[in-house]
């Protein structure tokens, strides 16, 4: 045991290791956008060809699918941003007594809406601060989180200026890094090599095309929606709806059945049942959309996704609704394959 070390770990070894760590150390603040961009090249790079089709100049053409790609990703998220900040701002800041007074209102509008027996017993008071208080200490949170976020504008702006360069580079160069990469693969682990990769192709276009695009879909037919009923804030509820989609378990039904709660409220009634009509549409369109865009890929399970976006922003902030999923998509995959690998190797 102890030669087949030394056979091992010679000193050539030993300076790969000593760099590759090293190297690590340095790439590790920005390594989670390195990694969305190869991710997103791989998502981007049909788009980049058909251009390069059209245009014959390559890093120009790579350069406009990242643009017509990522732009519309900042705006959306600066717009999400925008949103909640004016609306906590509002809250919190600038007229947190008309905030008060409206709670005050839904709240007795909701206990009259009760039997007399049972509205009698209601501490209306009691509900309306410790509500009150729930709401405003979770709007700090929040608020203090995009202030933060604002605070640190010359990080966010490196890790975006990385991000673009690592799909630009990936969508350009990722051929040449993959055969960098197989040429350190034994030719006995080639095929196995081979077949990981392409399961892992098989995943993210699950994903890609499975869900992400599924959302896509589904939000701008929310948008178009919300705002035709005569919503106020149709596209940002139409955001939601898309977020909320890519969320296993929850779809769009959190945000029309919170509508439908507000407009009965508020005594619209024709608009309550117009809404939860329009919500049971969109819950039916996921059902025929989601099969058609993926049954020709991987199938994921529900739970690795749902693990995904909710612990991936606790390590990697905004950035893991995206990274959390696709990394635990994608060791699914490898895993898996080992398995199979495994299996066969046995049965030889």
């Known amino acids: 045991m102890e030669k087949d070390l030394k056979e091992y770990i010679t000193p050539p070894v030993l300076l790969v290791l000593f760099l590759l760590g090293i190297s690590l150390m340095i790439v590790s603040p920005v390594l989670n956008m390195v990694i969305l961009g190869a991710i997103l090249a791989y998502a981007i790079r049909p788009l980049a060809r058909k251009i390069t089709s059209k245009i014959k100049i390559r890093s120009v053409s790579i350069f406009l699918a990242v643009i017509l790609v990522m732009i519309p990703l900042v705006?959306?998220?600066?717009?999400?941003?925008?949103?909640?900040?004016?609306?906590?701002?509002?809250?919190?800041?600038?007229?947190?007594?008309?905030?008060?007074?409206?709670?005050?209102?839904?709240?007795?509008?909701?206990?009259?809406?009760?039997?007399?027996?049972?509205?009698?017993?209601?501490?209306?008071?009691?509900?309306?601060?410790?509500?009150?208080?729930?709401?405003k200490d979770i709007g700090n949170v929040v608020l203090d989180y995009i202030v933060s976020l604002a605070s640190k504008l010359l990080s966010i702006s490196v890790d975006l200026f990385i991000l673009f360069a690592s799909i630009y580079y990936f969508i350009r160069d990722g051929d040449n890094c993959y055969d960098f990469v197989e040429s350190f693969i034994p030719q006995e682990s080639k095929d196995f090599f081979e077949r990981t990769v392409n399961s892992v192709k098989e995943v993210l276009k699950s994903i890609f095309y499975g869900h992400f695009l599924t959302s896509l879909i589904i939000g701008i037919i929310a948008t178009v929606g919300y705002s035709l009923l005569g919503y106020s804030q149709g596209v940002f509820l139409g955001v939601l709806t898309g977020i909320f989609q890519l969320i296993p378990i929850f779809g769009p039904w959190p945000i029309y059945w919170t509508l439908a709660i507000v407009d009965l409220i508020s005594g619209n009634y024709v608009r309550v049942v117009i809404v939860i009509l329009f919500g049971f549409f969109l819950s039916l369109s996921d059902m025929y959309i989601r099969p058609a865009l993926s049954s020709h890929y991987a199938d994921i399970h529900p739970l690795i996704l749902l693990i995904g976006f909710l612990a991936g922003p606790l390590v990697y902030g905004i950035v893991g609704f995206i990274l959390g999923p696709l990394i635990l998509g994608i060791t699914y995959a490898v895993l898996d394959n080992f398995r199979i690998e495994l299996n066969k190797s046995k049965g030889e």
């Open 75 to 135: 705006i959306l998220i600066a717009y999400i941003i925008s949103v909640i900040s004016g609306v906590l701002s509002d809250v919190l800041v600038v007229n947190p007594s008309g905030f008060n007074l409206n709670l005050d209102t839904v709240i007795n509008q909701m206990v009259n809406s009760l039997p007399a027996d049972i509205s009698s017993g209601i501490d209306t008071a009691s509900i309306k601060s410790s509500l009150s208080g729930f709401i």
